[in-house]
């Protein structure tokens, strides 16, 4: 019968290691997603800063809006259509983010970043 403990103990032992390298490997991509959702931030951030400056100066953006038309006009229609489908996909997908935000963020015991 000690044997039989011995053993149990063993296999607890080896559970316990695994666990702690799966813990260890969680933690490891849970970083890596952080790291996305900072970059992610900081563009928000950028973009909200372009955007509030062509607010301001809106004669400056319709200029360059124009001149880009102009220059490249099939270009210019693929950026405002993949900005168009950009901006949709993201209204409809932005429940969705923040909901995977907070359960990482919760996970990882972080503040959600949204």
């Not at 490997?25 to 928000?44: D, F, I, K, N, Y």
């Not at 259509?81 to 935000?101: E, F, I, K, P, S």
């Amino acid at each position: 019968m000690i044997s039989e403990d011995v053993q149990l103990l063993l296999r607890k032992q080896r559970l316990q290691l695994r666990i702690a390298q799966q813990r260890a490997s969680c933690l490891g991509m849970l970083e890596e997603v952080e790291s996305v959702l900072a970059t992610a931030s900081q563009l928000r951030g950028l973009g909200a800063n372009v955007s509030g400056l062509l607010r301001e100066h809106s004669l400056l953006g319709a200029a360059l809006g124009g001149l880009f038309l102009l220059w490249r006009p099939r270009r210019a229609l693929r950026w405002l259509r993949n900005g168009w489908l950009l901006w949709l996909g993201l209204r409809r997908g932005r429940g969705r983010v923040q909901a995977w935000a907070r359960l990482l963020g919760r996970l990882a015991g972080l503040r959600s970043v949204f």
